[in-house]
């Protein structure tokens, strides 16, 4: 049986990557170490109740007594770090937490990774450790060309720049201490259980209560968008079959400006909720994010090559899959909607 410890899997692509791995792998046992900020809900787990393989632990990556008791108890095959302060916005006025966690908390992570696994300088056999990354550590691009796995590191955001600066750690425990690791960067992810601080949640809550849609500048913004199931197969083969040191870029191929994003929730609400009052009306635009990228697009030839990865969701059928899936969960939204979210959601956007 491998053994995994799953850091930040009550979150969004955490819990995600916790339900695809129950149900691709029988002989397996996942970890799951999450503090519960915020963005942590256990709500997103339910799938998992019972099951004996699934192991929940409340606590934070920068506790070195907890993780390095942790891996002491169960002697972990791979370590898949998803756990981060991942907003950038929240970056924008509180830098120090994403250093804490970003940083701090994967350097902890190594830490005890390497305490356990290195023996009389070698290290155990069929152990690694994955960094899950972000195309925002890469900067922005001009309206030609894609990141590849050897673009310069350029982040223009507090939060791009705690990726970064975790990413560096990683590679170099890499290089300096042998480290089995990989690091993979990832495009926008979207999909079911999304904290509503995101885009495309945010949008889809807004619409159907007739709220207004905040736009920041003229929402010529450009992202690939990458559904999130598609990503956890990326993680769970790069685990299995990267080869070590390599950093992997994942991309789904779905370039939109944000303002299409907006106005195709719009067109798709509109018409499932047969509601004359939601439009393209409701849009507002608001002034930009400080530092805001333009365009990131993934090329992710290198993932497809060496391990056989492509994305099998396009945007036009996990949009739709998306919007299914919070209106089939409406208590969900209400639930992570309340209290000091919508404290967080009226600084952020009433008044600008």
């Known amino acids: 049986m491998k053994t995994y410890l799953v850091t930040g899997g009550a979150g969004f692509i955490g819990s995600n990557f916790i339900l695809y791995m129950l149900k691709k792998h029988a002989d397996i046992r996942l970890v799951n170490l999450d503090k519960l900020t915020y ?24 506790d070195k007594e907890l993780v390095r008791g942790l891996f002491e108890k169960y002697d972990f095959d791979y370590v898949v770090n998803f756990a981060a302060e991942s907003h ?11 250093v804490e966690t970003n940083v701090s908390g994967t350097v902890n992570l190594l830490q005890c990774a390497k305490e356990s696994w290195l023996r009389g300088g070698v290290w155990a056999e069929g152990k690694k450790y994955l960094q899950v990354s972000t195309d925002e550590v890469y900067g922005s691009l001009g309206a030609e060309g894609y990141f590849t796995e050897t673009t310069p590191l ?10 970064t600066s975790a990413d560096m750690f990683v590679m170099a425990f890499h290089d300096t201490y042998g480290m089995p690791v990989n690091i993979t960067r990832c495009s926008n992810n979207y999909g079911p259980y999304q904290f509503p601080e995101k885009l495309i949640p945010l949008m889809i809550n ?7 849609l905040p736009v920041y500048g003229d929402g010529m913004n450009i ?16 685990a299995e079959n990267g ?16 303002i299409f994003i907006v106005k195709t929730i719009i067109a798709q609400l509109g018409q ?17 994010r400080l530092g805001h990228d333009r365009r990131y697009g993934i090329d992710p030839e290198k993932i497809k090559n060496d391990l056989g990865w492509y994305p099998e969701t396009t945007f ?27 404290d967080y959601y009226d600084n952020m956007y009433q008044n600008k």
């Open 39 to 62: 963005a942590g809900n256990l709500e997103n787990l339910k799938e998992a109740e019972g099951d004996s393989r699934h192991i929940f632990v409340q606590g934070d990556i920068c």
């Open 88 to 98: 950038v916005d929240r970056s924008i006025t509180n830098p120090e937490i994403f």
């Open 154 to 163: 350029c982040p223009h955001s507090p939060y791009s720049a705690s990726k």
């Open 206 to 212: 807004n619409v159907k209560n007739k709220k207004q």
């Open 223 to 238: 992202r690939d968008w990458l559904y999130v199931e598609d990503h956890c197969k990326a993680i769970d083969m790069v």
């Open 243 to 258: 080869k070590v040191g390599e950093v992997y870029n994942v991309g789904g191929h779905n370039e939109r400006p944000n």
């Open 272 to 288: 499932r909720l047969c509601d004359p009052e939601i439009g393209e009306n409701l849009i507002k635009y608001v002034a930009d």
């Open 316 to 342: 036009e059928v996990g949009i739709v899959k998306t919007i299914d899936w919070y209106l089939a969960h409406e208590e969900w939204m209400e639930h992570v909607t309340s209290g000091a979210y919508q």
